[in-house]
C-alpha cells in the first residue's frame, strides 16, 4: 500500500458507543494529523503529533482520544460521541523539514465518513 | 492570525476552457507556504500545487498553475483546458511556522462544475 490509509472509510455508531478510526502512512513521514470536515464548513485542525509526540490539541473535546503509537499509526478513539460530531475525519501526514515551514506538504487519506445516530 | 479567504463558493467552466479559482491570505508571518487541494465527491483531499512565499516564480505542476501576488496577498488556481474529471471541490490553505511547529489553514473550498 502507499500514501496515507484510512479505515474504515464509513461508520455509523450511537451515541453510547466506542469505535476507533485508524490512520497508516507508508510515506517515511514523522508527523501525522486529525482534521474534521462538517458539511459547510473549512476544514478544522483537530491533532498534531511530530515524533510521535502530541504537539497541538486545538480545544478538542475529551469524547475525541488520539493515540500515536509510532510514526507510521494514527488513531482517534471515540465515545459517548454526539450527532453534531458527524463529519467527515481526515487524516494527513508530512515531513518536518525543521527548516521553512511552507516547505511541509500534507498529504491526505481517503477519510471516514462518521455518522452518530 | 492567519486567513484564508476564497470568494467563489461555485463556479463553472466549460470542458477544454481555462478556469481561475481565486484565494487571498491574510498573515504577518514572512515565511509561509501556500497549497491548493482538489476534493472529489468521494473526500480525499489530493494536494495539487505549492507555492513558497520567497519563491521568485509562480509555481506550475502540469495543467495546474498558481498565480502569486505577494503585494496583493492573492494565490489564485489557473487549471487550463478542463476536464470533466477537474469537477470537485477545491482548497487553498496557507502554512506558517509557530514555536510548537506548523500549522495548515484552510480556506472555505470552491466547487468546480465543468460542463461538457
Known amino acids: 500500500e502507499t500514501g496515507v490509509t484510512q479505515t474504515p472509510r464509513h461508520l455509523v455508531m450511537g451515541m453510547t458507543n466506542k469505535k476507533s478510526l485508524k490512520c497508516e502512512q507508508h510515506?517515511?513521514?514523522?508527523?501525522m494529523y486529525w482534521y474534521k470536515q462538517s458539511a459547510k464548513k473549512p476544514l478544522e485542525l483537530m491533532f498534531v503529533?511530530?515524533?510521535?509526540?502530541?504537539?497541538e490539541n486545538n480545544s478538542v473535546p475529551s469524547r475525541f482520544s488520539p493515540e500515536c503509537p509510532n510514526s507510521s499509526h494514527l488513531f482517534l478513539h471515540l465515545h459517548t460521541l454526539q450527532p453534531e460530531d458527524s463529519a467527515l475525519y481526515l487524516c494527513?501526514?508530512?515531513?518536518?523539514?525543521?527548516?521553512?515551514?511552507?516547505?511541509?506538504?500534507?498529504?491526505f487519506g481517503p477519510g471516514t465518513r462518521l455518522l452518530v445516530l | 492570525a492567519q486567513k484564508i479567504t476564497q470568494t467563489q463558493p461555485g463556479m463553472f467552466v466549460q470542458e477544454k476552457e481555462a478556469v481561475t479559482l481565486d484565494c487571498t491570505y491574510d498573515?504577518?508571518?514572512?515565511?509561509?507556504?501556500l497549497f491548493w487541494y482538489k476534493q472529489p465527491s468521494s473526500g480525499e483531499m489530493i494536494f495539487l500545487i505549492y507555492?513558497?512565499?520567497?519563491?521568485?516564480q509562480n509555481a506550475t505542476e502540469g495543467r495546474y498553475s498558481l498565480n502569486f501576488q505577494k503585494a496583493r496577498k492573492s494565490a489564485n488556481l489557473v487549471i487550463s483546458a478542463s476536464q470533466l474529471g477537474d469537477s470537485a471541490m477545491y482548497f487553498c490553505?496557507?502554512?506558517?511556522?509557530?514555536?510548537?511547529?506548523?500549522?495548515?489553514?484552510f480556506g472555505e473550498g470552491t466547487q468546480l462544475t465543468v460542463n461538457p
Open positions: 498573515t504577518s508571518d514572512p515565511s509561509y507556504g
Open positions: 490553505a496557507m502554512r506558517v511556522q509557530e514555536t510548537s511547529g506548523s500549522r495548515l489553514t
Open positions: 510515506l517515511g513521514h514523522n508527523a
Open positions: 507555492q513558497g512565499s520567497y519563491d521568485q
Open positions: 494527513a501526514s508530512s515531513h518536518r523539514l525543521r527548516r521553512l515551514a511552507g516547505e511541509e506538504t500534507q498529504y
Open positions: 503529533y511530530n515524533f510521535k509526540e502530541q504537539t
